[in-house]
């Protein structure tokens, strides 16, 4: 039986590793086909496309974008995207700048407190353009600032703690609108961490694709209960482990395993998609 993981990230946003690392270990754990969802960006999907053609594994560019719908926050993943669409480039770059804005906020509110790190110190660290909490809390680490990654959100980076700034989404349905025109699928990702369960219907009328059932932090029951959703509003299955690297000394990747018939069911309704978009209006 097939198996894929379509939620994952690397150093393009606030993962660990390089895209090649990623299929490495995508090919280690089994996986025919992964999908890249990086935050906000498209830039590793080229790398980890070669990179997994050299190694015959199916491969689906895409991003994960951070938007919100009645002040509820909600993650869109962007499946079968066009890498090289110039709104979503664009729409995306826009959100890119305020990350990093949002980086140098966070950094002076640690300064404040009397923490000498420096904005620079995390984007080289991130060297990506779409940094975010985790490169605050490395940087505080390798600065020898702070104990731990724990002790970094624990103490100044967590929702209510002094270094948290909040994020500039755009809406939900905004996000939807972006990665259809890009000629993608919007997919609802982890709705069991976000709680935000009362805006589906509103995101099914504004076309979303399909909801992330199987999750990392999904619970069975949880799983279930998405199914269960999935199947009344008529949407798509996905499922990924959601990897940014390694979690107690081994990768994410391929923890949670998507069977393939829900991949085949997302490769139809990209079709059908398409074939909507080119009929004559």
């Keep these: 039986m097939k198996f894929a993981d379509l939620h994952l990230h690397t150093q393009f946003s606030d993962g660990t590793f390089t895209p090649e690392e990623l299929v490495l270990y995508a090919q280690k754990s089994g996986l025919a086909c992964i999908a890249l969802t990086d935050h906000d960006t498209v830039e590793g999907c080229a790398r980890a496309a070669s990179a997994c053609a050299a190694v015959k594994m199916e491969f689906i560019p895409g991003a994960e974008l951070t938007a919100e719908h009645e002040e509820t926050e909600v993650h869109i993943l962007g499946y079968f995207l066009d890498t090289n669409n110039q709104v979503l480039l664009e729409r995306i770059a826009r959100f890119q700048s305020v990350r990093q804005n949002r980086i140098r906020e966070m950094v002076a509110a640690l300064n404040q407190l009397g923490i000498p790190l420096k904005a620079e110190a995390v984007f080289a660290l991130a060297s990506c353009k779409s940094p975010g909490r985790p490169h605050v809390a490395r940087a505080l680490v390798k600065e020898k600032l702070i104990g731990n990654l724990d002790e970094a959100f624990e103490k100044y980076l967590k929702k209510g703690r002094p270094a948290w ?117």
């Design 165 to 281: 700034v909040p994020k500039t989404k755009m809406s939900a349905l905004e996000g939807v609108e972006l990665i259809h025109q890009a000629g993608g699928l919007a997919v609802m990702a982890h709705p069991g961490l976000n709680r935000s369960d009362d805006i589906i219907p509103a995101l099914v009328r504004a076309g979303l694709d399909g909801i992330e059932c199987f999750h990392t932090k999904h619970s069975t029951v949880m799983a279930e209960r998405y199914l269960e959703i999935a199947e009344k509003y008529g949407l798509l299955v996905t499922g990924g482990s959601d990897c940014h690297g390694f979690s107690k000394n081994r990768p994410l990747i391929g923890t949670v395993k998507l069977p393939y018939d829900h991949v085949k069911k997302l490769y139809a309704a990209k079709r059908s998609a398409d074939g909507k978009r080119a009929a004559p209006k």
